[in-house]
């Protein structure tokens, strides 16, 4: 198959993380702090998710909508009883409350949800362009026949549809503005009337929902178990830092890259090295922030 | 407004500092929680060389509670706690209470060291009957400056061949190493479903595989005999397990011409992966490996599936039908290859202990050749080689998974199952004896 096919997965891949990598840069970018939980937010969302679609039952996009919903209400209750009590000890305290915090619910999921993966119960569509012309260069080849399966659709057509509202939000609602007021400079907001910790609030619900979202995808391309989230966590804070502290923008872009590097190292590399794909996108990660420390978009984002 | 900025810039160094940091540790373990306690126990087994026998003797096992293979550890929990019933039913080893006390590694090594250091320093555990070949191998040096003989159903590694047993020597434990395994490992089971493709008419192999110890030592066995035999390897992919989607390494491998493709991957990546392999419409004869004949993996892969086979252990030895008997009766796990080899773990380490006398470790690693190797009184259970050693026989345990006829290097020799899913469900469709597969394995290089 060809470099399009490849560029495919990369997106979808992509697309998983960006979602989630959202939530977690805009919790990085305003209330200061790296969220080593935030795998299990996702975590709890897709049982949330699975639980609605088994239990009630309700259909899958319901269920999606449920684990949005619950993944919002986890995380306010979660930052109110952990983090906003300490908001003003600094980001060192937040950040090992955030590593215990998610050890203690990683294995409270697992205590109670079960030791066994689950699996929601979906038919895949595949659509095949088998009539794309061969263009190589070199030994690759650029085009090539492709496939697409209604599951990968899903996952992209949800993250554009995130995409666009994240943008709407922080370019058109007071609460957006007021969000991205404090991400530059939060004593300057407060001084301008800005409710900060409403605004934080609304933050941790919104990292929350897209934690939901993004869980329930990648558990319907997977599985549902204890360790959902965190085997996704260390892509996810890449694609934040690679993107940009604190940048929607940039954890976007930093996540198609991520994805895109896994994809074409998984299908260029030597037989012997491609079980090594994940540490090429980490070298690049490396490589970014030794030329751009601020990441990829943190300059422009911030001027924005 | 100055200072806000230097601030801000300094938060940002700060973060990005601790979240490369943060990338750094988490890339460098496989989990922060890995370390349930499991059952636990109070130990106070107390040992003897020979002297007065002591009230309790206890065994260790290692168990998979968490982690990638957790779903089989029911059964090997269950076949192991039935066995300890039988032997304290039947009089205990030395006359003394058998207890077994079970400790979750979730097949993470680290863990694994620090379980196995606890049944021997805390518990006083006279053997161990458990482990998997990802713990075993990397602690190779470790477990054998532990002294303290390891009897496992688990470890299928090749790098087991020609590592542990007793050398053919029991009287001498000078050259011994300390791990013995009762199953069959790798290289007989994947030498069978091998030895299967070629019978077969797969003749050319694509080959995808996680990136770890177990899943490579799996791939490698199947190739030693497929190759050896006139087979050929097109293209071979190894694979980081847990990821969400396996199309780009799917793709790289259905790019190459072969007639059949083997899966070696724990069953939640393998579902993943096969679930794309099903979705990209890739077709082509699967090979599974041994762990992968679950229901579960039918059920979410789907009727694509249909035609693909496994080669597992047979369950076929000798003494089976008296260990189903008495499993059955002890709960409801289901019986899956690693269960009978439980079983016989803990009845052949009780049957060397009652043989040597002593819960010495030297002593018991003595006899495990002995009661196990042919020659003496045939004894499926501990309770009829308790009444035979009684006697004065010398005993040959039969077990339940295999004739647990150790060789030199603490190896078994038994039948290779070949499943195949069909309509939904992992049916048995065919046999390759031991003695078909032997011929595949030089003398003493097992």
Same mark, same amino acid.
């Given at each position: ?8 997965f ?20 305003i209330?200061n ?28 996009p319901?269920?999606?909508?449920v684990?949005? !919903?619950?993944? =919002? ?6 930052a ?7 908001? *003003? ?17 990683r ?6 949800? =079960? ?65 991205r007021?404090? =991400?530059? *400079? ?14 934080? *609030?609304?933050?941790w ?21 204890a360790d ?12 934040? $830092?690679?993107g940009?502290? =604190?940048?929607?923008?940039?954890? $976007?872009?930093g996540?198609?890259?991520i ?7 998984t ?12 540490? !090429?996108?980490?070298?690049?990660l490396?490589a970014v ?16 | ?10 938060r940002?160094?700060? #973060?990005t500092?601790?979240g490369a940091?943060g ?9 922060f ?19 007065s026998?002591?009230?309790?003797i206890?065994?260790?096992?290692p ?8 779903f ?5 929990s &269950? ?6 019933q ?9 006359g003394?209470?058998?207890? #077994? ?15 196995a ?6 518990? %006083? ?10 713990e075993?191998?990397?602690?190779? %040096? ?9 009897? +496992? ?8 061949? +020609?590592?542990?047993g ?5 009287e ?25 493709? #070629? ?19 799996y ?21 980081e397990?847990?990821?969400s ?11 190459? %011409? ?15 992966a096969?679930s794309?392999w099903?979705?990209?419409?890739y ?8 762990? #992968?004949?679950? &229901?579960e ?6 009727? %694509? ?39 016989d ?6 049957l ?5 006398g002593s819960?010495?470790p ?12 042919s ?15 009684a ?6 345990y &039969? ?7 150790? +060789?030199?290097?603490?190896n078994v ?5 070949i499943?195949?899913?069909q ?5 048995a +469709?065919?046999e ?5 597969v ?6 003493g290089?097992?």
């Open positions: 198959m060809g470099l399009l096919q490849e560029i495919i990369g997106l979808v891949t992509g697309s998983y993380i960006a979602i989630a990598a959202i939530g977690f840069t805009l919790i990085y970018g209330v702090m790296i969220n080593f939980a935030y795998g299990e937010y996702l975590t709890l969302g897709a049982f949330i998710g699975l639980v609605a679609a088994t239990m009630i039952p309700v259909p899958l319901i269920a999606a909508l684990a949005m !919903v619950g993944g =919002g209400v986890v995380s306010i209750v979660l109110r009883g952990f983090f906003t009590p300490i908001n *003003d000890t600094g980001p060192v305290p937040m950040l090992l409350t955030s590593i215990g915090l998610g050890i203690a619910l294995n409270a999921i697992r205590l109670v949800g =079960g030791r066994g993966a689950r699996y929601f119960e979906t038919e895949t569509a595949t659509f095949r362009f088998d009539a794309i012309p061969d263009v190589s260069l070199g030994p690759v080849d650029l085009l090539g026949g492709f496939f697409v399966t209604s599951e990968q659709l899903i996952v992209i057509g949800a993250a554009v549809a995130v995409f666009v509202a994240i943008h709407g939000l922080l370019t058109r609602t007071d609460v957006g503005i007021a969000m007021a404090m =991400g530059d *400079d939060e004593s300057l907001a407060r001084v301008r009337g800005i409710d900060t910790q409403l605004i934080r *609030d609304s933050v619900v919104l990292a929350g929902v897209l934690a939901g979202l993004a869980g329930v995808l990648m558990a319907i391309q997977t599985n549902v178990s959902t989230g965190f085997s996704h966590i260390l892509q996810i804070l890449s694609a934040a $830092i690679l940009g502290a =604190g940048s929607p923008y940039g954890a $976007i872009l996540a198609y890259v994805g895109l590097v896994l994809a074409v190292s299908a260029f590399l030597p037989s012997s090295m491609t079980g090594l794909s994940s540490a !090429v996108a980490f070298v690049i490396v922030l030794l030329v751009k420390p601020s990441g990829i978009a943190g300059k422009e984002v911030r001027e924005a | 407004m100055v200072s806000n900025t230097n601030n801000n810039t300094s940002r160094a700060f #973060l500092a601790a940091g990338i750094a540790g988490l890339s460098g373990c496989v989990s929680g890995g370390g349930d306690g499991g059952d636990g126990g109070d130990g106070g087994s107390g040992s003897t060389d020979g002297g026998a002591p009230d309790t206890v065994f260790g096992q168990g998979a509670l968490t982690g990638a293979f957790d089989l550890q029911p059964g090997v &269950q076949a192991a706690d039935a066995a300890v039988h032997i304290n039913e039947a009089g205990g080893p030395l003394a209470e058998l207890e #077994l006390v079970r400790r979750d590694t979730a097949v993470d090594p680290q863990e694994a060291r620090t379980v250091t606890q049944l021997v320093e805390n518990d %006083d555990a006279a053997a161990i009957v458990g482990l998997f070949s990802s075993i191998n990397p602690l190779w %040096d470790f477990l054998q400056d532990l002294q303290t003989p390891i009897v +496992t159903p688990w470890p299928g590694s090749t790098f087991l061949d +020609t590592r542990g007793d050398k053919g020597t029991p001498d434990t000078s050259d011994d190493e300390w791990v013995w395994r009762t199953v069959v490992g790798d290289t007989v089971h994947t030498g069978g479903s091998a030895v299967y493709a #070629l019978e077969e008419g797969y003749e050319s192999l694509g080959v995808i595989n996680g990136n770890t110890e177990g899943e490579r030592s791939v490698d066995g199947f190739l030693s005999v497929f190759e050896n035999n006139g087979g050929t390897v097109e293209e071979r992919v190894e694979v397990l847990g990821a989607s396996y199309q780009s390494a799917l793709s790289r491998l259905f790019d190459a %011409d072969f007639d059949a493709f083997l899966v070696s991957m724990p069953q939640e990546s393998a579902i993943t096969l794309d099903s979705d990209g419409g077709g082509r004869q699967p090979i599974l490996s041994d762990t #992968l004949a679950q &229901q993996v039918i059920d979410q892969v789907g009727s %694509d599936l249909n035609g693909a086979w496994v080669a597992q252990p047979g369950r076929s030895g000798p003494g089976y039908d008296t260990f189903e008997g008495i499993y059955t009766e002890a709960g409801d796990a289901s019986i899956n290859s690693w269960t009978p080899p439980s079983w773990s803990v009845q052949v380490t009780a060397a202990i009652e043989h040597a819960t010495d030297e002593a018991i690693q003595s006899s495990l050749g002995p009661v196990s190797r020659g003496g009184t045939e004894v499926s259970t501990f309770a009829e080689g308790k009444e035979a050693l006697n004065g026989e010398e005993i040959n &039969q077990g339940a998974a295999t004739p647990v006829d150790f +060789t030199q290097h603490g020799f038994g039948t290779v199952t499943n195949t899913a309509d939904g469900e992992f049916v +469709t065919s390759v004896s031991a003695a078909d032997r011929e595949y394995v030089a003398e290089e097992y």
